[in-house]
């Protein structure tokens, strides 16, 4: 089955979805609170048709179908009563957090659909999951299958402790304690200092085991948890940069094309694992894929953390500086407030241009396992 076209309709879909769904949030919290919201568009602008008006808010359809926008009364303009600069920033700052919060419950949600279909993950282990051949862990007898008790005398409880762990004993003899088949065994590696591209020092690809989910409620709070560590790993990134234990190249980010042939790429191994379990008949060996899914959880959080962030023209611009007023007791001045974020917009759009020519013309090469 061609899949390209499929592939390319779920990356606009999931694209425009997740912003129009972070749009969302921040208008059911200002209808909430009752800040006045002028226009919320489906799409970007121009527009084609305005489609009714609810509650003083004009609901349009826009050209270009790439998620949604609101245009809140004196967004900018504290002058303007009813308007949201005018509003105490108490009540600002809910209605800024609430496009991300849509993101990350979104991620919750996905993660649930997920963890129905694979079973949940037992965090309390950590299982080898892949072997790189000629790895240090082929040479010391590691398996696919193998649950790591122990790592250098510690108990090994997560899989970012036995990461780290590792890179603290680069070149060095690392103990391990792991469980086969209900036995224990002890087993001694030597993580590499320079590791092939897309390996890691001892080769290997690890995870949790999986037991399946009783039910679909049964997968929230994993999912919840799932998320939150997700985030911490987004946020602990340049540190971990920094300290080594995750390299440069493991940690670039994809831009649109990249993303774009990561969905052609995931959508066509979904529909094929698919495909190849239907015909399987009873083999229980063929497991279908949900590539796609994981992919959509990656985006919608991504989104969700970078508008978080203290960055002229992001959300969490806005609300760093709600947080000031809040603190100094004094409203800063609406024109330097503009003018920051003006600024900050164009150099944004300008490193974003440059970001999205470079990774069109050399994309990152992302190959799921």
Request: charged content about 10%.
């Given at each position: 089955m061609n899949t390209t076209i499929l592939g390319g309709i779920v990356f606009v879909a999931v694209f425009a979805g997740i912003i129009l769904l972070h749009e969302l949030g921040h208008f059911i919290v200002a209808k909430l609170l009752h800040i006045e919201v002028e226009e919320f568009g489906f799409g970007f602008p121009p527009r084609i048709v305005k489609l009714f008006t609810w509650k003083g808010t004009d609901f349009t359809l826009n050209w270009i179908p790439l998620g949604g926008f609101n245009k809140l009364k004196g967004e900018n303009d504290p002058s303007q009563s009813g308007g949201f600069a005018a509003t105490n920033p108490w009540r600002r700052i809910p209605?800024?957090?609430?496009?991300?919060?849509?993101?990350?419950?979104?991620?919750?949600?996905?993660?649930?659909?997920f963890f129905s279909q694979v079973g949940l993950p037992d965090q309390r282990k950590v299982v080898v999951s892949l072997i790189a051949a000629n790895s240090p862990a082929e040479q010391a007898g590691l398996k696919t299958g193998d649950v790591v008790i122990s790592a250098g005398e510690q108990a090994v409880k997560s899989t970012q402790q036995l990461i780290n762990i590792t890179y603290t004993s680069l070149g060095k003899p690392l103990p391990l304690v792991i469980e086969r088949n209900g036995q224990q065994m002890d087993i001694s590696v030597t993580p590499r200092t320079n590791p092939p591209a897309g390996e890691g020092p001892m080769g290997v690809s690890i995870g949790n085991p999986?037991?399946?989910?009783?039910?679909?409620?049964?997968?929230?709070?994993?999912?919840?948890?799932?998320?939150?560590?997700?985030?911490?790993?987004?946020?602990?990134?340049?540190?971990?940069?920094?300290?080594?234990?995750?390299?440069?190249?493991?940690?670039?980010?994809?831009g649109p094309r990249s993303i774009w042939n990561l969905f052609q790429q995931s959508v066509s191994r979904d529909v094929t694992s698919r495909e190849q379990s239907g015909s399987a008949g009873g083999n229980t060996a063929a497991m279908p894929t949900n590539y796609t899914l994981l992919v959509i959880i990656s985006l919608t959080l991504t989104v969700g953390v970078v508008n978080l962030l203290p960055i002229p023209a992001l959300d969490g611009w806005h609300i760093f500086m709600s947080l000031v007023e809040i603190v100094i007791r004094k409203r800063i001045p609406a024109k330097y407030q503009v003018a920051i974020n003006s600024i900050g917009f164009l150099v944004l759009v300008s490193l974003l241009g440059f970001f999205y020519i470079k990774d069109f013309i050399n994309p990152i090469n992302i190959t799921l396992p």
């Open positions: 209605v800024l957090l609430a496009g991300a919060t849509m993101n990350i419950l979104t991620a919750v949600f996905v993660y649930t659909l999986i037991v399946p989910a009783k039910s679909w409620f049964n997968t929230i709070p994993t999912s919840f948890a799932t998320v939150g560590s997700d985030i911490d790993s987004l946020l602990s990134l340049p540190g971990r940069i920094i300290a080594g234990t995750v390299s440069p190249q493991d940690a670039q980010i994809a």
